[in-house]
């Protein structure tokens, strides 16, 4: 049975209580509370530094509700398989969760990701990406967006968006998916898949943060529920089992072009894109197709 | 399974040891002259004789951030690595030393590039003293199997609780075999412990955050507590020592620091690692010759044997400290720490520094002996 938002109200256990220094409307902390709620019973964090090592709190007052643990920017999927084997070997059960964003995952962190995804380490990574590196001030990181404006790319990012889910695909993962904090349920249902899966599995979520996009903290849903409309973000799961990639049931429609939205609607509520070129435009539309190109290959 | 009496190279007496404490998750990568500790235990974990997890991480960095996920679970842990390796690893060597986990980690000390070498000198460890980790120095295989043994009971104790980095020179120990006493597998076992009431120990039961933002005094108190736990450790060190010779029989000075020749003397030579051995060569050569000179060899470099060295310098007349590793723009780490122990106590007793060795440099005693001469 899909999760229904009901079911996400009466939460057994919380992951992220009150007091914690999030930014009003942070994706990436409603994205913790219910992708780490869901499991939160067995659940052991390990977060690299990134906006989430701050806005857990500190002291006595940290906000998780479960055993967090705070480590170097390039490591956390190391700390979290080391974890995961001594867990093991003392014959305890725990579901543990790599927490990263962009940065400490396709960039500094790439080659620990890989090399646990090499080892098969029984681990979930959740990637939660707002597309810039929001703790140091909103520079570029791999996973940005052609034509974004960012304070290392004040005149638009040009480089190619690194599609962190496809390279995981490559290297065998168990299981891959790709998620948005518009549709929560859905998101859910993803974590509690993952880890039914053996070995390494990874979770990429769309993560608006309105600092960086410059967007309306109010619309952090719906920016993020147009990037899935315009065909920007798609949502799919993939597993190294059957190989083939099925889209999610919210985004399936957007296969099909004429369904989507024109991607300036999505551009135009964000500040981060302000002042692109047509040529600028023209590039992201192409991005975006060559993503399309890609896990077109894996879709029935 | 009894003591066994093997010709051994460095780097099989420290797995030998680690096989013998059994530790729950090894992490590591290769690197020479470091490579076979790894690789033998690889062979013995794969091949069933050893029950702990192994991870082939992909780097350096990985190999101490897995260890140390693994001792944050309460594991008992084991990576080893050299030179270029350390220096990769170089945020954890902190961030495991300020979270004071008690990992154990075998540092076969190499030179660092450029240009490339794998040759023995301390740079690589010795850039790391300000890290929170005990380290101890060895002289010859025996040793280096006793003193990875003595590390875990020395890193487990609640009331210390600090990673220890037993060190040995590349190829010098690493690569040569010599005679090494091999003790009882149970015996090594029952003198270490087992690890089931663990320092630290994630549980999902009883959720903790370790690591979150700090304030200034908070951060304090915490490093704060690290001193204190380095200076507890001069006494931790020193009891280990005593308790391992009451068990094994094989005693390397107090713990700290071990003396050769006649406590009188007109010269003091003070050194580390294999070159501190050899000296006690020069020693017997220049006793022989009716030259009134002593050795001294600092076992742990950190704690620092401050004690011990006021000791030495208040009965001796003069210091020659013979270093294996330089701070540049200033002298080497050895002559400066004494340097620093004998200011600090009004101790007016010559320090004549030499730094020797670097990169591989062989250090014969004739060559030792003929810098004491010159300095008496
Ligand atoms: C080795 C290292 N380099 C740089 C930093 C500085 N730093 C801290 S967080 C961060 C960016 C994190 O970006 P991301 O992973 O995208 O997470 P976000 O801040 O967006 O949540 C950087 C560059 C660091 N902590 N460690």
Same mark, same amino acid.
């Given at each position: 049975m899909p999760t229904t938002l009901k079911d996400l109200m009466n939460n057994p256990k919380e992951a992220l209580l009150k007091g914690h220094f999030a930014c009003a409307g942070c994706g990436s902390a409603l994205a913790f509370r219910h992708a780490i709620g869901a499991i939160a019973d067995k659940a052991v964090v390990v977060i690299p530094a990134c906006c989430t090592s701050v806005y857990q709190g500190f002291g006595r007052g940290v906000a998780f509700d479960v055993p967090t643990i705070n480590v170097a920017f390039a490591s956390s999927d190391a700390v979290a398989a080391g974890i995961k084997h001594a867990m093991e070997k003392k014959g305890k059960e725990a579901h543990v969760v790599a927490w990263a964003g962009d940065g400490g995952t396709a960039d500094i962190g790439i080659a620990t990701l890989i090399g646990a995804c090499d080892r098969q380490d029984n681990i979930l990574h959740i990637m939660y990406?707002?597309?810039?590196?929001?703790?140091?001030?909103?520079?570029?990181?791999?996973?940005?967006?052609i034509?974004?404006?960012?304070?290392?790319?004040?005149?638009?990012?040009?480089?190619?968006?690194?599609?962190?889910?496809?390279?995981?695909?490559?290297?065998?993962?168990?299981?891959?998916?790709?998620?948005?904090?518009?549709?929560?349920?859905?998101?859910?249902?993803?974590?509690?898949?993952?880890?039914?899966?053996?070995?390494?599995k990874f979770i990429e979520i769309d993560a608006s943060c309105p600092v960086a996009w410059k967007s309306d903290s109010a619309d952090s849903i719906k920016v993020a529920r147009l990037a899935v409309e315009t065909g920007v973000w798609p949502l799919f799961e993939w597993d190294n089992k059957s190989n083939k990639a099925v889209l999610s049931k919210r985004g399936s429609k957007f296969r099909n072009k004429e369904n989507r939205k024109p991607i300036e609607e999505w551009l135009n509520i964000q500040g981060r894109f302000k002042g692109m070129s047509d040529e600028e435009i023209k590039n992201l539309y192409a991005d975006v197709d060559r993503q399309w190109t890609f896990l077109e290959k894996f879709l029935e | 399974m009894a003591e066994e009496v093997v010709m051994l190279t460095g780097n099989h007496?420290?797995?030998?040891?680690?096989?013998?404490?059994?530790?729950?998750?090894?992490?590591?990568?290769?690197?020479?002259?470091?490579?076979? #500790? #790894?690789?033998?235990?690889s062979k013995l974990v794969d091949s069933g004789e050893m029950d702990s997890h192994f991870i082939r991480v992909e780097s350096e960095h990985s190999a101490l951030a897995a260890v140390a996920g693994a001792s944050w679970a309460g594991a008992r842990t084991f990576t080893a690595t050299s030179s270029q390796g350390l220096l990769y690893m170089g945020e954890w060597v902190f961030w495991t030393g300020y979270a004071r986990l008690p990992v154990v980690m075998a540092v076969v000390n190499r030179c660092l590039a450029p240009g490339w070498s794998i040759w023995v000198d301390l740079q690589d460890s010795m850039a790391f003293r300000d890290a929170g980790w005990i380290q101890i120095y060895n002289k010859?295989?025996?040793?280096?199997?006793?003193?990875?043994?003595?590390?875990?009971?020395?890193?487990?104790?609640?009331?210390?609780?600090?990673?220890?980095?037993?060190?040995?020179?590349?190829?010098?120990?690493?690569?040569?075999?010599?005679?090494?006493?091999?003790?009882?597998?149970?015996?090594?076992?029952?003198?270490?412990?087992?690890?089931?009431?663990?320092?630290?120990?994630?549980?999902?039961?009883k959720p903790f955050a370790y690591g979150? #933002?700090?304030?200034?005094?908070?951060y304090n108190k915490d490093r704060k507590d690290l001193?204190?736990?380095?200076?507890?450790?001069?006494?931790?060190?020193?009891?280990?020592?005593?308790e391992f010779s009451e068990t094994f029989g094989r005693t390397y000075g107090n713990g700290l620091i071990e003396k050769y020749g006649d406590d009188d003397a007109d010269l003091t030579i003070v050194g580390i690692g294999t070159m501190a051995d050899e000296t006690q060569q020069a020693i017997d050569m220049l006793t022989s010759e009716g030259l009134k000179v002593n050795s001294v060899r600092v076992r742990t470099f950190r704690p620092f044997p401050t004690e011990d060295i006021i000791d030495i310098a208040k009965k001796n007349h003069k210091l020659l400290v013979i270093d294996r590793s330089v701070s540049f723009g200033h002298e080497g780490h050895l002559q400066m720490e004494i340097e620093s122990v004998l200011k600090r106590n009004s101790i007016d007793t010559p320090v004549i520094g030499k730094v020797m060795g670097l990169g591989g440099e062989d250090v014969p005693y004739t060559r030792i002996a003929k810098v004491a001469k010159e300095n008496l």
């Open positions: 990406s707002n597309n810039v590196y929001s703790n140091t001030g909103g520079q570029r990181s791999g996973d940005t967006p034509g974004a404006r960012t304070t290392t790319t004040p005149f638009g990012n040009k480089a190619q968006r690194k599609m962190v889910p496809f390279i995981m695909m490559a290297n065998n993962a168990s299981y891959v998916a790709t998620a948005s904090v518009a549709y929560i349920p859905d998101l859910v249902d993803k974590v509690k898949k993952a880890i039914s899966y053996d070995g390494f | 007496s420290v797995s030998e040891a680690v096989k013998r404490v059994k530790p729950d998750v090894i992490a590591a990568y290769p690197i020479t002259p470091q490579t076979a #500790i #790894i690789e033998y235990l010859n295989n025996q040793e280096v199997f006793d003193t990875t043994i003595q590390s875990y009971k020395i890193a487990e104790s609640k009331d210390i609780a600090l990673p220890v980095m037993p060190c040995l020179d590349g190829f010098v120990l690493s690569h040569t075999s010599s005679k090494v006493i091999l003790s009882d597998p149970e015996e090594v076992y029952n003198f270490v412990g087992d690890y089931s009431d663990p320092i630290i120990e994630i549980d999902t039961g979150s #933002i700090v304030m200034p005094d908070k001193m204190e736990a380095m200076e507890r450790a001069k006494a931790k060190i020193k009891a280990v020592n005593k």
